[in-house]
C-alpha cells in the first residue's frame, strides 16, 4: 500500500513540475530519494494519529529540503484511492491469470471426458443422460464469464481521482489530475467528493462473488458426486495422506468444501462493499475499516480458492464403472423422454402416452 503512495506522490511531483507547480529540482529529488520505513510510519502516526500524514512526513524526512513539496496541494483521499486503484489492477491481473489457468484445466478435462456417459440429475434424482466432460464444459462456459465479468468491474476502477477535499479542485489543477492518471495509466474520476465513489469497488467486490459463486457451485458438484452413496468421482489423495483421525478407510472430499467455505466469505465480503457506497455527505471514514479488510483478503482467499479448484480437476479421478452402475439403478427410466416421444410418434395421445410410460 505505501509503494503505490509513493508512486502516486512521484507521479503527482512529476506532473507539477512540468506544469510549472513546483521546481523541477523537487520532482526529482523526490523521485530520486522518496523512500519510507514501515516501523518509522507507525512511530510517527502514534502521535499524528493519521496514517497518511505519518507516511509523508517519513518521505519528506529521506527527501530533504524539497520534501516540502510532496503531496503539495493534494488531500489524503487523493492518494489513498488512486493508491487503491494501482492495488486493484495489479491483483486483478493475478485472479485473471488463475481464471484464465482454470478454464484451460476445464477444458482440457471436458474433452477428456467428452464420451464418459453419466446420468444427468434434477431435483437431485435421476433424470436423462449426459456425459461426464459435458459436466465439465458447463463449468468451464461459468468460468469464462466470471472472467469477463472480472475484466470488466476491473476496467470501470482504473481510475484516480486527485481533485481534492471535496471534488472541486480548489488546490489543485483537472491538468494535475490529468497529467497523474497518464502517468499511472489510469482514467481521471468523472465527478468525484473527496473519494473516488464506491459503487466503483462494490461492483469489483461482486465480481470476485460472482467467482466464488462459479467455484461454490463446481466444488458442491464434486462433493456430491464423491459421496459413498454415488462414489462416481474422487479427488486426488497422495500417498501418506489421511482422511480420519480414527477412521482410516476415509478420502474425504476436503479441496472442494474448503472451495466452498471460502465462497461464503467472498459472497459476504460483497454485502460488506454494498454498504459501503452510501457514506455521509461528501464522504466519512467508515468505509476505510471494512476495506482495509476485504480487500486484501477477498484478493487473497478468490486466488487461493481458484488455485485450489485447478489443483482438484487436474487430479480429479472418475469412477466410469461407477456411473455406469448408477446409471441401471432407475432400470432404464433416464430414457423415458424418448419412450414418451415414440409412442406419441406411433398415434398415442400425449396424455395417454405420458400416463403409460409414468407407471412403468
Same mark, same amino acid.
Given at each position: ?11 503527482v511531483? %512529476?506532473t +507539477? ?7 523541477? +529540482? ?6 530520486k ?11 510517527i502516526?502514534?502521535t $499524528?494519529?493519521?496514517?497518511?500524514i505519518?507516511? *509523508?512526513?517519513?518521505?519528506a524526512?529521506?527527501?530533504?529540503k524539497y ?6 496541494? #493534494? ?14 489492477? =495489479?491483483?486483478? $491481473?493475478?485472479? #485473471?491469470?488463475?481464471l484464465? +489457468?482454470?478454464?484451460? !484445466? ?15 440429475? $434434477?431435483?437431485?434424482m435421476?433424470?436423462?443422460? !449426459?456425459s ?17 465479468r472480472?475484466?470488466?468491474a476491473? *476496467? +470501470? ?7 481534492? @477535499?471535496?471534488?472541486?479542485?480548489? !488546490? ?5 489530475? @490529468? ?6 495509466k ?7 467528493t %473527496?473519494?473516488?465513489?464506491? =459503487?466503483?469497488? @462494490? ?9 466464488? @459463486? ?13 459421496r ?7 479427488e ?5 495422506? /489421511?482422511g ?5 478407510? /476415509? ?17 459476504s ?21 471494512v476495506?482495509?479488510v476485504?480487500?486484501?483478503?477477498a484478493?487473497?482467499l478468490? =486466488?487461493?480458492?481458484? =488455485? ?8 480429479l ?13 432407475? %432400470?432404464?427410466?433416464l ?9 406419441v ?12 410410460v %409414468?407407471? #412403468?
Open positions: 500500500r505505501f509503494r503505490k503512495m509513493l508512486d502516486v506522490e512521484i507521479a511531483a %512529476q +507539477q513540475a512540468e506544469l510549472g507547480i513546483i521546481p523541477a +529540482q523537487a520532482a526529482k529529488e523526490i523521485a530519494k522518496g523512500t519510507f520505513e514501515v516501523e518509522r510510519i507507525n512511530e502516526e502514534k $499524528t494519529r493519521h496514517d497518511v505519518a507516511f *509523508v512526513s517519513n518521505v524526512e529521506h527527501v530533504g520534501g516540502r513539496y510532496i503531496h503539495f496541494g #493534494l488531500t489524503s483521499s487523493d492518494v489513498l484511492d488512486t493508491a487503491m486503484s494501482l492495488i486493484v489492477r =495489479d491483483g486483478g $491481473t493475478i485472479l #485473471l491469470e488463475g484464465t +489457468q482454470l478454464e484451460l !484445466t476445464l477444458k482440457r478435462r471436458s474433452v477428456e471426458f467428452a464420451e464418459v456417459l453419466t446420468a444427468g440429475r $434434477t431435483h437431485g435421476h433424470a436423462e443422460p !449426459t461426464f466432460g459435458m459436466k465439465l464444459a458447463g463449468f468451464w462456459a461459468e468460468t469464462t464469464r466470471n472472467r469477463e472480472l475484466v470488466r476491473l *476496467v +470501470q476502477m482504473e481510475i484516480g481521482k486527485l481533485s481534492g @477535499a471535496v471534488g472541486t479542485y480548489s !488546490t489543485q489543477t483537472f491538468e494535475v489530475e @490529468a497529467g497523474v492518471c497518464r502517468r499511472l489510469l482514467r481521471p474520476e468523472r465527478l468525484a %473527496q473519494v473516488i465513489p464506491r =459503487d466503483r469497488h @462494490a461492483e469489483v467486490m461482486w465480481a470476485i462473488s460472482m467467482v466464488g @459463486a462459479g467455484l461454490e457451485r463446481l466444488s458442491i458438484e464434486m462433493r456430491h458426486l464423491q459413498s452413496e454415488v462414489g462416481e468421482v474422487v486426488g489423495f497422495a500417498k501418506g495422506q /489421511k480420519s483421525s480414527a477412521m482410516p478407510h /476415509k478420502k474425504n472430499p476436503i479441496s472442494a468444501e474448503n472451495i466452498t467455505g471460502c465462497a461464503r466469505l467472498l459472497r465480503y460483497s454485502h460488506a462493499a454494498m454498504e459501503d457506497i452510501a457514506l455521509w455527505h461528501e464522504r466519512d471514514i467508515s468505509h476505510s475499516s476495506e482495509r476485504i480487500f486484501p483478503d484478493f487473497i478468490a =486466488d487461493y480458492a481458484i =488455485d485450489r479448484m485447478n489443483r482438484l480437476i487436474e487430479g479421478e472418475i469412477n466410469e464403472e461407477r456411473m455406469r452402475s448408477n446409471m441401471d439403478l432407475s %432400470q432404464g427410466q430414457f423415458s423422454s424418448h419412450l414418451l416421444l415414440a409412442l410418434d406411433k398415434g398415442l395421445s400425449r396424455e395417454d402416452a405420458y400416463a403409460h %409414468q407407471r #412403468l
